[in-house]
């Protein structure tokens, strides 16, 4: 019989070693570009929080929009979901700080329609960012299987 079985087939892509992508050491440059997205995502976050609240209908879409941008240019640029995570964790946790507030009360995000918006907005931007279709594999080929 010619027939292939699960994995006995399966060929490495062209230029990438053998195994699995968790056996191979995290590269440096790799590590300091996800380091330097989770930064920009706590700049962003930052700034769509007050931008937001500053100039509501325009300000909220302006600073969803960036959102966005970033999640999705990060995905486009190093062509993995963890790069919409790591953004996307600097955001989160850069909106989160500043939603707590201080013991007299202040806080950059109040508690309203706005803020709500743009944090339940910017976590569905990181979810469709992560979840797209991905570009097609190494090799050329768009399928898991052998041809």
């Known amino acids: ?39 920009l995502g706590a700049a962003v976050g930052v700034a769509g929080a007050l931008l937001q609240s500053a100039w509501f ?23 993995t979901q963890l790069a919409v995570v790591a953004p996307a964790l600097g955001w989160l946790t850069a909106v989160i700080l500043l939603s707590v507030g201080r013991p007299e009360g202040d806080g950059v995000l109040a508690a309203g329609t706005g803020s709500l918006l743009f944090l ?11 979840t797209m279709a991905r570009p097609a594999q190494p090799g050329g080929l768009t399928t898991r299987l052998d041809p």
Do not use: D
Not at 13 to 25: D, F, Q
Not at 120 to 130: I, T
């Open 1 to 39: 019989m010619s027939g292939r079985t699960g994995g006995q087939g399966a060929r490495p892509a062209p230029g990438s070693p053998a195994g699995s992508w968790l056996a191979t050491p995290p590269r440096p440059g790799r590590i300091a570009a996800y380091a330097a997205l989770a930064v």
């Open 57 to 79: 209908p325009g300000g909220l879409a302006l600073a969803l929009l960036g959102t966005a941008g970033l999640f999705h240019g990060a995905a486009r640029a190093l062509r």
């Open 120 to 130: 339940v907005g910017g976590m569905v931007l990181a979810v469709m960012c992560a």
